[in-house]
Each structure stands twice: as structure tokens, then as C-alpha cells.
């Protein structure tokens, strides 16, 4: 199975924009699936999570409220809608997924630029 992300770009500070991760199996259906993020010079860090049955968890206090993690199970697709952008949260943008053991599969990363 591989995970295809989609989504970034570049934005003012202030804008939004909405990341994609599908998997190349219609049929995959891990047990949860993440978005992380990693900036220059700093580790990956996991932003959110999603589960099968659509429970979310938030896993970085700066993107409370700025960012929904949301799963279309039919279309073995989840998103991240980032709202309220800052420069900060420039960094390439991955999408995981799990089958309970661990982040098991990864997409190739998408790239997010926030201007001031």
C-alpha cells in the first residue's frame, strides 16, 4: 500500500489550506491514520490522529483549534484542514497510518509554506 499526500502549497499567514492522503488500495483500512509534520531543523512531530470510527486526537497544542483532522473510509482518504496558518507551521507535511502496531506506512510528504 502506498499513501499519496497532496495539498500544499504556498499561503499567506491568516489562509487556509487542506491536505489529501490516499491510499493506492481501495480496501486499506488501517486502524488509525496521522499527519505529522517536520520543519527544518526539527523532528517530525505528530499533529493529529484519526481512527477508523472517525475519533480524533490532537497531539500538538499549536494546532488546537487551527486544525481538524477528518477520514473518508469509503474513499480510503484522510484530510487536514489548516486554518489560521502562521509561518511557523511551514514544514513538510506527511500522512501515516497505522495498523495498531505503530505508523506502519507513510506517504512522501507534501510541502506547506506560510508567508508573512
Known amino acids: 500500500v502506498q499513501l499519496q499526500a497532496s495539498g500544499g502549497g504556498l499561503v499567506q499567514a491568516g489562509g487556509s489550506l487542506r491536505l489529501s492522503c490516499v491510499a493506492s488500495?481501495?480496501?486499506?483500512?488501517?486502524?488509525?491514520m496521522g499527519w505529522f509534520r517536520q520543519a527544518p531543523g526539527k523532528e517530525r512531530e505528530l499533529l493529529l490522529s484519526?481512527?477508523?470510527?472517525?475519533?480524533?486526537?490532537v497531539y500538538t497544542d499549536s494546532v488546537k483549534g487551527r486544525f481538524t483532522i477528518s477520514r473518508d473510509n469509503a474513499k480510503s482518504t484522510v484530510y487536514l484542514q489548516m486554518n489560521s496558518l502562521k509561518p511557523e507551521d511551514t514544514a513538510v507535511y506527511y500522512c501515516?497510518?497505522?495498523?495498531?502496531?505503530?505508523?506502519?506506512?507513510w506517504g512522501q510528504g507534501t510541502q506547506v509554506t506560510v508567508s508573512s
Open positions: 501515516a497510518a497505522s495498523h495498531g502496531n505503530g505508523w506502519n506506512y
Open positions: 488500495e481501495r480496501t486499506f483500512s488501517p486502524t488509525a
Open positions: 484519526i481512527t477508523k470510527s472517525g475519533s480524533s486526537t
